[in-house]
């Protein structure tokens, strides 16, 4: 009987997960576990239900931590199944990474506002279906969570991630992530301060949203590439103005 090194380590992966950065954790603990040979090259990982409802975590989160995992060369995503790469195989751009970390606050909104138009003007062009549906999911859930700024960002950043993940370019997407957590430290502290001052950032937020979902949907990359930059210098003026 072959092991399971899944359930071997599942009480690790699902280990007080939280309900904030949950993709972001788990893309850390499935790494760590791959570099420590805890979930060796060649395994194929269980369904993606079969994981989602061992770790009590939605499929949208599931599959963004594999998205990230693949970028940087962890798994192997096709249609017979997710599978762990040799370590060999593994992409490091944690200098990246660093750099972005230690970055000036305007020098990061700079490159985001450069990066974030292009990245969703390709997804314009290149979603699928399922892409439509991830966008779709995470666009719904800032609705919901409005009143949570907590939440909301968790959302924000993902429809983000989703996007990146909508252009099928691995080089943008990887980009993305290692950039991911100094964006999300950005648009935190700037929703928690503006709410203060002005209550309608939120509505306003969704609204931008909405107009790059459905942009995308439509496959209008003109209008993709202005609303995220209309939106990535809202984001800007709020961060710099409150």
Known sequence: MERDYFLENVDFLKQDLGKHNISQTLFQR?????????????YMMPNENIVSEHLGVGRST?????????????????KAGTYVNEIDNIVNIAPFSITVENSDL??????????EAETASYAAKRATAEDIVQLTHCYEKM??????????VDYDSMFHMQ???????????????????????????????????????????IELHGKILDAIKNGDYQTAYSAMREHISYVNLTVKYG
């Not at 931590?65 to 096709?78: D, E, H, M, Q």
């Not at 609705?143 to 909301?152: R, T």
């Not at 990887?174 to 648009?187: C, D, H, L």
């Open 30 to 42: 499935f790494k760590e576990l791959i570099i420590d040979g805890k979930l060796p090259a060649g």
């Open 62 to 78: 599931l599959r963004e931590a594999y998205t990230a995992l693949a970028v940087f060369g962890f798994i192997r995503r096709s």
């Open 106 to 115: 305007n020098d990061l909104l700079e490159f985001r506002y450069m990066l």
């Open 143 to 152: 609705i919901e969570y409005k009143n949570d700024v907590n939440l909301f």
């Open 163 to 205: 996007v990146s993940a909508a252009t099928h370019n691995k080089l943008l997407m990887s980009t993305m992530i290692a950039a991911k957590e100094s964006f999300e430290k950005g648009i935190r502290l700037a929703m928690r301060e503006s709410l203060t001052q002005n209550p309608r950032v939120i509505d306003v937020t």
